[in-house]
């Protein structure tokens, strides 16, 4: 079964600090690899997404991730993180056409003012 | 506006009782998804469907039903048979490229059950 691994439960930055969740997951074929952010309060959002191409993907607010298939992993990176990046983050996974994504558990970012 | 609506926000239930959670998309999107995510459990996925009347187990789908008679609605009835049922209660939809492929899902506000 696939299942998606995310390191970190909780991470605590002061800001402009520099970010790297990490995200690996368990299926060795083709993937859909996605990363979404929940802010308190709000829906869940889409940050960005990967399915083919250029394996460093742009996303909002300044996030990126890169797609290492040798590593099988899709970290999500920000150069400077600000107080209002403060939100959970979930990396998830579509493989062998199942029709659904696989969540990893989250991660808590914490960022101080 | 369009989206996806879950009602209502906050629901309180007796033990024992059957309650159904609402979930409606005007995004015209084919598939449509719950997920039941707890603290630090992530989001796991209950039942999900891709089509009108079709809809698949997903990873933790005993005590739960679903019907999926229109298009736009996908509402989940939370059984008595669900030994936990207190948590947060999130629906999605997406596009359906019909071959399993999964493109991005749009999420609702979520619906917080509380079973006293």
């Known amino acids: 079964a696939q299942s998606v691994s995310q390191h970190n439960h909780h991470v605590i930055l002061s800001e402009a600090a520099s970010l790297e969740l990490g995200c690996n997951y368990s299926?060795?074929?083709?993937?859909?690899l996605f990363w979404y952010v929940q802010y308190p309060g709000q829906h869940l959002q889409l940050l960005l997404k990967?399915?083919?191409?250029?394996?460093l993907v742009k996303g909002i607010k300044g996030f990126e991730a890169e797609f290492i298939k040798s590593k099988f992993s899709f970290n999500l990176r920000k150069p400077s993180v600000q107080w209002s990046d403060t939100a959970e983050y979930f990396c998830?996974?579509?493989?062998?056409?199942?029709?659904?994504?696989?969540f990893g558990k989250g991660t808590k970012l914490s960022v101080k003012p | 506006d369009g989206g996806i609506t879950q009602s209502p926000k906050y629901l309180f239930r007796k033990e024992g009782q059957n309650v159904t959670l609402s979930c409606e998309q005007n995004?015209?999107?084919?598939?449509m998804y719950w997920y039941r995510q707890d603290p630090g459990q992530g989001l796991r996925l209950i039942y999900y469907?891709?089509?009108?009347?079709?809809?698949q187990k997903g990873d933790i789908a005993e005590g739960y039903s679903v019907s999926r008679e229109k298009k736009e609605s996908f509402p989940l009835t939370v059984t008595s048979a669900q030994k936990n049922p207190t948590a947060f209660y999130l629906c999605?939809?997406?596009?359906?490229?019909?071959?399993?492929?999964?493109?991005?899902?749009?999420f609702g506000p979520g619906t917080r059950l509380t079973v006293l």
């Open positions: 990967y399915f083919s191409g250029d394996p």
């Open positions: 999605a939809s997406s596009i359906s490229h019909g071959t399993g492929d999964v493109d991005e899902q749009f």
């Open positions: 299926y060795g074929g083709t993937v859909n």
């Open positions: 998830a996974v579509n493989g062998g056409s199942q029709g659904n994504l696989i």
């Open positions: 469907s891709q089509i009108v009347n079709d809809f």
């Open positions: 995004l015209n999107h084919d598939a």
